[in-house]
């Protein structure tokens, strides 16, 4: 069964750093893709950035484009969104996603995806 856990979810300043982690496990890591998604109040569900698990570019959303990172750990089987230069509008629901084999047109789409993490919560106060 696949499974999804994210954590790291805080409240931190605006300018501030946090990294999230999302331990993943029960599938095949081979083409696989990993994504983060938030929800902030009030808004839809909106892709943040992902990533193929053994290669290929990230994809990120403008919004978060030179701020923050993905990467993955495959020893720990986890992945990470290392999150920089935090601003109020940030402040979301965060969570993480995988699915195989989903093209770069889709990517971004949440329709893409058949598993789906709990969600952790960041607070970014200005």
């Known amino acids: 069964e696949v499974q999804l856990q994210a954590s790291g979810g805080g409240l931190v300043q605006a300018g501030g750093s946090l990294r999230l982690s999302c331990a993943a496990s029960g599938f095949a890591f081979d083409d696989y893709c990993i994504a983060w998604f938030r929800q902030a109040p009030g808004k839809e569900r909106e892709f943040v950035i992902g990533v193929r698990w053994n290669a290929g570019s990230p994809r990120y959303a403008d919004s978060v484009k030179g701020r923050f990172t993905i990467s993955r750990d495959k020893d720990r089987r986890t992945v990470y969104l290392q999150m920089n230069s935090l601003k109020p509008e940030d402040t979301a629901i965060y969570f993480c996603?995988?699915?195989?084999?989903?093209?770069?047109?889709?990517?971004?789409?949440?329709?893409?995806?058949?598993?789906w993490g709990q969600g952790t919560l960041v607070t970014v106060s200005s």
């Open positions: 996603a995988a699915a195989p084999r989903i093209i770069w047109s889709s990517l971004a789409l949440p329709s893409s995806y058949d598993s």
